[in-house]
């Protein structure tokens, strides 16, 4: 007994003690084949390991290892963070009496004020709050990185800003850069550039300066030689006036068209911006489908009972689904199936102003349009249809909202942020019928017979005074992408610039 | 102390307090009025002079120190020393892209009407279009018809 009980206490003993002993090869291998699983680089697994037990992987005990194995099989062990580089920010290169701006400090902190004095390196700055005296090396470097219009790039010191223009100290002396002739601008604070404030608290303007507010244009054209692609049409600006567009699904069914746009007025200065522009399209084969289609609710259906005649509705609620409704189509109802020629003209009328909150612009435009397509409208349709052995009297509405084709309008676009704007815009438009989600999609491929690449359905409920809101975000300085709530729901806008 | 050291310190005192390098406002002001004078050449201005008289002429020509101003076909001279802001008055242009923004909302105003009521009388018409034509009026004058506010002064931040 006294020998098994030695033995035992050995035995016992000598079991604890190899817990405590080194690592096994096994254990190691399967820390590391547990610790990849989890995402784990080896440089991670060191820092873990060296942060909860201060050794490396093969300093570890068995029993440690063991506690690591059981720890990964839990699910226990997160990822360490990686430590941020420290970013050495610039100091002020240099602080002057009389500059008055809003200053930004190596702590974080940002104050409003003027410098008072600078007495060798404390500067005594003047706020609302009351006087600092603060070490020079605590202020951070203002500068910042301006593109003009002219493609001139200016690169300094933030020495001030009014409203009109930005002051740079440049390498070659000062330099006064007047707000409305920049086409782009960075602003760095102790050498970095502070994206939360470029994004999210001021900037001058948004990335996207608009020309239309969804499918209806502003007074502000395309920026010279530049081309654009959008989900329905191409652009190209040949001066900073005049620019040039043509739909291109329609350009495809042969109908080639050309759509000009030329800023008449114009005037901006750095807190706002004002224009009007006209417009003019041209489609050389518009099909009469298309007018049929597009102001079907404009054409009554009369069922002809002897040598009387009874209104059964309008052409776009002829869809056969209710008793004594025949189902016509636009093809059945339109006369001449041939293309004609068809014009549009409109005259718009924008501006855009500095938000008073810093947080870029806000403006709205207003515009009209009118086109030829009521022109010889009589001539576009059947008189008499005959559906069902049923004789149907067809003819244009005499209301006063349909003696001419016209869209008036009126929107805002509003920056969110540098990257995203709000847009909303109310029409009247007595040729609009509003489309659910799947419709648009089938007319804009087309699959509902009309031309692809193209919103020309004659679906859709009339809806002659109507809205639409959402956004548009700015994925680059050349990609735009859009959501909102009427047809076509969804946009999408690629620039090139110098093209 | 003796009188040349006093002199002395006191001269470096304030020659240490007046070298403080200020930012230079002349030179900034010199840039604006240079860009004015390249924007605005040709086009009537408004400013109030020295001795609080307001001035308005056609821009002929900015000098180290003066406007000089074309008032009924005859050049005066007015110093822009104390001159910190020039406005630009509205022109006739203006006023017909303010009269067009009104017309808009008179015709905005008209077929709202037309497509909310189908038969509308003219009384309903007329209140339903000058209405729009107002609102446009009111519109187009603060967007389009307000002197805009030139800062020449040498001051580097509002």
């Known amino acids: 007994m006294k020998f098994n009980n030695i033995f035992l206490t050995v035995f016992l003993f000598s079991w604890l003690f190899s817990q405590g002993g080194s690592i096994l090869p096994g254990q190691k291998s399967a820390i590391s084949s547990l610790a990849t699983s989890a995402g784990f680089s080896t440089e991670n697994l060191n820092s873990y ?8 992987l093969t300093d570890l005990t068995r029993t440690q290892g063991a506690e690591v194995i059981k720890a990964f099989q839990a699910g226990n062990v997160s990822k360490p963070k990686s430590k941020q580089k420290e970013t050495r920010k610039t100091s002020a290169s240099f602080i002057e009496p009389g500059m008055k701006k809003q200053f930004h400090f190596r702590d974080g902190s940002v104050r409003v004020g003027e410098i008072i004095s600078v007495n060798d390196n404390m500067a005594t700055l003047k706020t609302s709050s009351g006087s600092f005296t603060i070490p020079k090396s605590e202020f951070l470097d203002e500068t910042a990185e301006i593109k003009n ?24 002396g000062d330099a006064v850069v007047q707000k409305r002739d920049i086409s782009s601008m960075k602003r760095y604070y102790g050498g970095v550039l502070d994206r939360q404030t470029e994004n999210k608290k001021q900037f001058y303007q948004g990335k996207d300066e ?18 654009y692609v959008s989900g329905l049409s191409i652009g190209y600006g040949l001066t900073d006036k005049f620019m040039m567009t043509s739909l291109f699904g329609s350009n495809f069914s042969g109908d080639l068209n050309l759509h000009a746009k030329m800023r008449f007025y114009h005037k901006k200065n750095a807190s706002k911006e004002v224009a009007a522009a006209w417009g003019a399209g041209i489609h050389r084969a518009y099909r009469s489908s298309g007018i049929t289609g597009k102001y079907s609710q404009a054409i009554n259906v009369y069922e002809v009972i002897g040598d009387s005649t009874s209104l059964k509705g309008s ?12 189902d016509l189509g636009v093809g059945e109802v339109t006369n001449d199936e041939g293309r004609h020629l068809y014009a549009q003209a409109y005259v718009v009328f924008s501006s855009r102003r500095t938000n008073p909150s810093g947080r870029g612009k806000v403006g709205w435009s207003a515009g009209a349009k009118i086109s030829n397509a009521f022109m010889s409208r009589r001539d576009l349709i059947n008189p008499t249809v005959t559906s069902d052995n049923k004789s149907y009297s067809i003819s244009w ?9 016209y869209r008036i309008w009126a929107g805002i676009e509003y ?13 009247i438009d007595n040729g609009y019928k509003t489309m659910d989600f799947g419709p648009t999609w089938q007319d804009y491929i087309g699959s509902d017979g009309t031309a692809m690449f193209s919103i020309d359905s004659p679906r859709g409920a009339p809806s002659l005074i109507d809205f639409d809101f959402g956004m548009q975000y700015a994925v680059s300085e050349t990609f735009r992408f ?18 | 102390m003796k009188i040349k050291t006093k002199i002395l310190l006191v001269s470096l005192v304030f020659s240490f307090a007046l070298g403080q390098r200020k930012t230079n406002s002349e030179e900034i002001r010199n840039i604006r009025l240079e860009n004015f004078k390249n924007n605005y050449k040709g086009q009537t201005i408004r400013f109030t002079d020295g001795n609080s008289r307001n001035i308005e002429g056609l821009l002929m020509e900015i000098t180290d120190t003066d406007f000089v101003i074309s008032i009924n076909n005859s050049a005066a001279f007015y110093s822009h020393k104390n001159v910190d802001f020039v406005f630009l008055p509205p022109v006739s242009e203006d006023l017909y892209i303010t009269a067009s923004v009104s017309i808009l909302g008179g015709i905005a105003g008209y077929v709202a009407m037309i497509i909310a009521h189908p038969y509308p009388n003219n009384g309903a018409l007329g209140a339903a279009a000058t209405l729009g034509t107002v609102l446009g009026f009111v519109v187009g004058k603060n967007t389009f018809y307000k002197p805009q506010k030139i800062d020449i002064s040498g001051r580097l931040r509002d």
């Open chain 1, 415 to 427: 920056d969110l942020r540098k990257d995203l704007k709000f847009l909303a815009l109310a029409w």
């Open chain 1, 482 to 499: 859009g959501i909102h709530f009427q047809q076509p729901y969804l946009d999408f806008y690629w620039e090139f610039f110098e093209f």
């Open chain 1, 49 to 56: 390991l060296l942060q909860n037990y201060g050794v490396g």
């Open chain 1, 315 to 326: 052409l776009n609620e002829m869809d056969g689904n209710k008793d004594d409704i025949p």
């Open chain 1, 149 to 172: 219009k002219k493609g001139e790039l200016f690169n300094g010191v933030v020495l001030g800003e009014t409203e009109e223009e930005f002051v740079l100290r440049t390498q070659y």
């Open chain 1, 210 to 227: 608009l020309m239309n507010i969804f499918l209806d244009p502003t007074a502000f054209p395309l920026a010279a030689n530049t081309f």
């Open chain 1, 397 to 405: 509405s005499d209301e006063a909202k349909y003696k001419i084709p």
